[in-house]
């Protein structure tokens, strides 16, 4: 299975009617002066091939070619290319999404090797990635320090904080290849609020919300709206600032936590209020070179804690990909409707967008089309665990490409096959749990299929060498499968053999997608 590249020209459509209180053309970005420029480009190409995929990287000279046969890309080097050409790659992170990253570029043949800062106990029992545990990825300078040190080729910021701190504008500045968005451009994801309003001047489709910073005024329009509803924090909190209300005490409550007893900090000090959408969720992410937009394959995750999505929402308790909602239909409507707009309106903003977006939204009931209900940055967590399964391209030439604007002569190759995770958590998750408690048996679990890859996220060794739990979220145990029915038991195979008492998860990852086979062939 194969995608390759939209490239966007064409008008920017506002629209008709937006909300007055929107700002003119190129004031949503004031203040916010992306250190990444490109011109922006629309073209679809649906060619798709599940056995051999060549894809060119022409300002690389080099040819890669992933053959569902093989789990490993292989290279062959034309032109002017050379085994020199191998280069360092830096992954900016210590959780399982970083961890799926690091295994994907280990397996790429254009990386010489894979360094992770921080990184956890697990990536560097795995091998996947050396992790340098003393960087200060705080410090842009540490990290420029670093780079030059170590001849790194290229850096991959995993997670949200340092992008919107502003990491990419400092690496980019000296001249280190760097994959994600500037500062500027990772308002999508920081500010709620930001978003919403770039959905409102460029008619995309998303939730009819309101944004308040006074406890009293959103109160009064939950009482006028009425209840479901959906209360958010405007800035980031970790996965964790966003409640569905299904009742007006709880969206009070929300709203009190947030606004008065400030839970959420600073991200905090503004809530949007949301209608409350009813349908089916869906990750939605494309790689972005600022002129041109990769779609990647589809995926589905589960928010809530409990099983049958009950409970508070989380970071995610489990995925898989391809998710059946995501049809090559639904994928056109997404790109045409919500990702293409979203990159030509943050470049007439001059926030130029160079990374990954991820869109969340939801497939509405009623109508059967998209809307968007959040926008990150980043890959997501567990998503990308499932997707770096599948991906048979290699990824460090892809993201270098996008890094330097050449994803116009890019295509990906996925497996054919399903991959699942499913999430081990602490007890307590995603409130107060207990750190320091002994994980066993990771090897048996590992070694229960070839299939199976453990993701480690929130672990890390004691003084007397035990692996232990040390994050909310800590595991992410993943497996591929010819369909869903046995990804699902190769995953709870190694999720059974491991011995971790004060660890739970969900028993039900999949189910969407074990329904939708149902219904379609139902006679």
Known sequence: ?????????????????????????????????????????????????????????????????????????????????????????????????EHALCYALNRSPSCSAVLCAPGNAGIAHSGDAT?????????????????RKRGVGMVVVGSEAPLVAGLVNDLVKVGIPTFGPSSEA????????????????????????????????????????????????????AGKGVVVAMTLDEAFEAIDSMLVEGSFGSAGSRVIIEEFLEGEEASFFALVDGENVLPLESAQDHKRVGDGDVGPNTGGMGAY????????????????????????????????????????????????????????????????????????????????????GGLSNVSLTWSPEMAMVVVMANQGYPGSYKKGTVIKNLDRAEEASPAVKIFHAGTALDEDGNLVAVGGRVLGVTAKGKDIEEARARVYNAVDAIDWPEGFFRRDIGWRALWHKQVANYP
């Open 186 to 237: 990772a308002a999508l994801e920081g500010s709620k609020d930001f978003m919403k309003k770039l959905c409102d001047k460029y008619n995309i489709p998303t939730a009819k919300y309101r944004t308040f910073m006074d406890a009293v005024e959103a109160k009064q329009y939950v009482k006028q709206e009425g209840a479901p509803i959906v209360v958010k924090a405007d800035g980031l909190a």
């Open 321 to 404: 990909s391809p998710a059946p909602i995501v049809t090559d239909e639904l994928k056109r409507i997404v790109m045409e409707s919500i990702i293409i707009p979203t990159v030509k309106g943050m470049a007439a903003e001059g926030c130029k967008f160079v990374g990954v977006l991820y869109a969340g939204l939801m497939i509405e009931k009623k109508s059967g089309l998209p809307k968007l209900i959040e926008y990150n940055v980043r890959f997501g967590d567990p998503e990308c665990q499932v997707l770096m399964m599948r991906l048979e391209s290699d990824l460090a030439q892809v993201l270098l490409s996008a890094c330097q």
């Open 131 to 147: 992790c340098i545990l003393d960087l200060d990825i705080s410090s842009s300078a540490d990290v420029i320090s670093f780079c």
């Open 1 to 97: 299975m194969a995608c390759a590249a939209y490239s966007i020209r064409g008008p920017l459509m506002l629209a008709a009617r937006h909300r007055t209180d929107l700002p003119a053309n190129n004031d949503l970005c004031i203040g916010l002066k992306s250190s990444v420029s490109y011109p922006v480009a629309q073209r679809w190409s649906s060619d798709s091939s599940s056995v051999v995929m060549q894809h060119v990287i022409s300002h690389r000279h080099l040819i890669v070619r992933a053959s569902a046969r093989n789990s490993k890309a292989s290279a062959t080097e034309v032109g002017t290319a050379s085994s020199d050409e191998r280069i360092t790659v830096l992954v900016i992170g210590g959780g399982g999404r």
